[in-house]
């Protein structure tokens, strides 16, 4: 059974590096053709999944060979926060640029594909922005707590790695402006598109200390090898701008996963 899950699992990571080079591949328009990298479009042709009954987050793991690692991976995302360590981290660099970007309903969140040209520089190795998409309520919680949603600034280096900052919303006072493109531009409508003008970098919380971890895309099929930058402040936008992601699609959260004994960082030197 070990071998079986061993050859699952190459031609899943197989499947998903090939993909992967295939989808940052551009349109005529510049914007990076990447259906969510959560919710890859290899793996929408292979089975459908969805986020309850018998193709929910219990079974995916049994819906295809290709979905082996959401069933059996060792470090899966989302997880619960606790105490991370806190470590002198090398800080972010950030190299977004604003402009438009296409936003589309892929029929398990709403997308914002951006154009080319934004990036992200961790560790020495660059990470071009492909995309953010969101979950209602949050899929990581902090020391149990869970936020009404998340969002995940999802970005890929020429190896094909992926980086994914996290961005935790709450409910505060006014429209939060810098999230209003996004907000405004959400099709309701399955494969509809729509595009608006977004200043990425303003969407971040001014606060770049970010928690990091090792770990997984939170849908199908799960691959690991994903490297996690949590912002750890939310960010807030008013109770009517969550009601129009709410509206739009709720109870798209995976469940939390087992840590494993992972490592996970806080950054304690963050500028």
């Known amino acids: 059974m070990k071998n079986i899950r061993n050859v699952r699992r190459s031609a899943a990571v197989l499947a998903l590096f090939v993909f992967s080079i295939v989808a940052v591949s551009c349109g005529g328009d510049g914007f990076r053709r990447s259906p969510s990298v ?3 479009a290899a793996a929408e042709d292979v089975a459908h999944w969805s986020y309850e009954g018998p193709t929910g987050p219990d079974f995916w793991g049994s819906l295809d060979p290709s979905f082996v690692t959401c069933a059996d991976g060792s ?12 470590t002198d981290l090398p800080d972010i660099q950030f190299a977004y640029q604003s402009g438009q970007a296409e936003i589309e309903n892929n029929g398990h969140t709403i997308q914002a594909n951006a154009l080319e040209g934004s990036s992200i ?43 994914v900052i996290g961005v935790l ?3 505060g006072g006014a429209d ?16 509809a598109t729509t595009k608006q003008q977004f200043d990425w970098l303003a969407m971040l919380p001014t ?6 971890y090792n770990g997984s895309l939170t849908t199908p099929p799960c691959s690991e090898g994903v490297s996690w930058l949590l912002m750890s402040t939310p960010v807030s936008i008013s109770e009517w701008q969550l009601k129009d992601f709410q509206e739009a699609y709720n109870g798209n959260n995976r469940p939390i996963e087992p840590l494993n004994g992972r490592t996970v960082q806080i950054d304690s030197t963050t500028k």
């Open 169 to 171: 919303l709450e409910v």
């Open 38 to 40: 959560d919710a890859m």
């Open 75 to 86: 470090a899966q995302t989302p997880i619960n926060i606790v105490s991370p360590t806190p």
């Open 176 to 191: 939060n402006h810098a999230w209003s493109p996004y907000v405004n531009g959400l099709p309701t409508k399955e494969g």
């Open 207 to 212: 606060n770049h200390q970010t928690i990091r």
């Open 121 to 163: 520089t961790v560790n020495g190795k660059t990470y071009e922005l492909l995309q953010a998409h969101f979950h209602a309520p949050s899929e990581h919680t902090v020391n149990g707590k869970s936020y009404p949603a998340e969002v995940h600034f999802v970005h890929r280096a020429d190896d094909g790695t992926l980086a």
